[in-house]
């Protein structure tokens, strides 16, 4: 009689990706705390939101990007996953 169960392929196959992502973030020691990665992109992110609402406005682009908060909230996620993209990727 076996000890063990076994599971079929199918099911091996469908819980191999779960495992894949179990990782620690990485995280950025600053002045002894240490804060996740993620936090610094979205600080990016916002930060570089403000030279694009400023060409934005200039250029009268508003109507384009209507509704404002949704398109910047876009915007940052894009600019966020950029820095992260850049940033904490394992080469």
Do not use: D, E, N
Request: aromatic residues 18%.
């Amino acid at each position: 009689m076996k000890s063990f169960c076994t599971l079929p392929r199918a099911a091996l196959l469908c819980l191999s990706p779960a495992f894949a992502g179990c990782a620690l973030s990485p995280s950025v020691p600053v002045l002894g705390a240490a804060f996740p990665g993620w936090f610094f992109c979205l600080l990016g992110g916002a930060l570089l939101l403000i030279p694009c609402h400023l060409l934005i406005a200039r250029r009268g682009w508003q109507p384009r990007f209507s509704p404002l908060v949704i398109s910047y909230l876009a915007l940052m996620f894009i600019f966020a996953a950029l820095l992260w993209f850049l940033f904490f990727t394992y080469r």
